[in-house]
């Protein structure tokens, strides 16, 4: 390994402590470098507040050393005035002369722009350190820029046999509860959480997050019908709420419903409105159907599979195909499989 390889990986891990906080915004990490020794390093630990590079500068005890040192920052500093002022002025103006850059930001609003400031301003940059571990770690903020819609995680629980429920849409506990604690905190890393009607009517979720600690993703629903009572949890106006909709209902304080034109391109409308909303990824919880569809449609980016090793259903509802997909990882968590799989 490289040492600007090092130096970017402990940069990476850094912009890891910002997934489900800095969101929409991308996780940023950024460790500034004298002589071969690490003098200061931050990352973008929530929405609105100073980015990695105002925090890592930050923390730097003699900014004198700072003309002398090396930057390294995980995405191409910004260059326009959002939330906070653009990072790649603010580089400038602490006298930083050699930036190493793991990715270019796709945002249109920045797209090269900020290395270009630095380039004008004497700077020496180097991009494209570990660039693809980068591109990983920020494949939400990617996948929404690039694609135009949400990043799509598809999960489900199933028993041994291949059943997601019992006969007639029943729930059952399938997985054992360290993997309850596991979604809980896939939640957190998600902005949006979505079923669809039969899951929301059978099941009768919160779609909160209990059993970790993080911020609860705003919860989505179909109800094109709205058949969803006004008595379960879902609209109970707990949480900020979207129930896309063919019908015409009064919104609530934070329950909102979404009227869609028609039913044929239905999913496609409802992503395109989660874009508008800057909603950059959603967790799909099911049910069958709703998964299915995105399936059928290739719309997903990853789909990750708690596959009990004890539970046996014989009968019931069948969890969706995946046959010829290829497998990205597996892992074991108590009496379950967890199998990750990734659209290539």
């Not at 598809?154 to 729930?171: H, R, V, Y």
């Amino acid at each position: 390994m490289s040492t600007d390889e090092k130096f970017m990986r402990r940069a990476l891990d850094l912009a890891s402590q910002g997934l489900g906080t800095a969101r929409p915004n991308p996780v940023v990490g950024c460790v500034v470098v004298h002589q071969n020794k690490i003098i200061g390093e931050g990352w973008h630990k929530r929405y609105g507040e100073p980015h990695a590079e105002v925090n890592a500068i930050a923390s730097v005890q003699n900014q004198n050393l700072l003309p002398h040192s090396k930057v390294y920052v995980t995405l191409e500093p910004c260059s326009h005035y959002g939330k906070t002022p653009p990072c790649a002025d603010f580089l400038i103006e602490k006298g930083v002369r050699d930036v190493v850059i793991c990715n270019t930001d796709p945002n249109p609003l920045v797209a090269g722009r900020g290395i270009q400031k630095l380039v004008d301003a004497g700077c020496k940059v180097h991009i494209g350190v570990l660039e693809q571990e980068g591109l990983k770690l920020n494949r939400r903020f990617f996948t929404f820029q690039q694609k135009k819609r949400p990043y799509l995680v598809l999960k489900w629980a199933e028993s041994s046999d291949g059943f997601i429920a019992l006969p007639n849409c029943q729930p059952c506990q399938i997985s054992g509860p360290s993997a309850h604690k596991l979604v809980h905190k896939w939640r957190t890393e998600e902005q949006a959480i979505m079923i669809g009607t039969r899951t929301a009517l059978s099941d009768n979720p919160k779609l909160n997050v209990r059993q970790w600690p993080g911020q609860a993703p705003l919860r989505i629903a179909i109800d094109k019908k709205l058949q969803i009572p006004d008595s379960h949890h879902l609209l109970d106006d707990s949480l900020p709420t979207l129930i896309y909709t063919l019908a015409e209902k009064p919104s609530l304080a934070q329950t909102e419903f979404v009227k869609l034109a028609q039913v044929e391109d239905f999913l496609e409308q409802l992503l395109q409105d989660l874009y508008q909303r800057n909603v950059q990824s959603v967790l799909v919880e099911g049910g069958t159907k709703l998964l299915e569809a995105f399936l059928q449609k290739n719309i997903w980016d990853e789909i990750r599979v708690l596959k009990s090793k004890t539970t046996i259903l014989h009968e019931g509802v069948q969890a969706p195909t995946l046959s010829g997909r290829p497998v990205i990882s597996r892992g074991t968590l108590g009496n379950d499989e967890i199998i990750f799989y990734r659209n290539v």
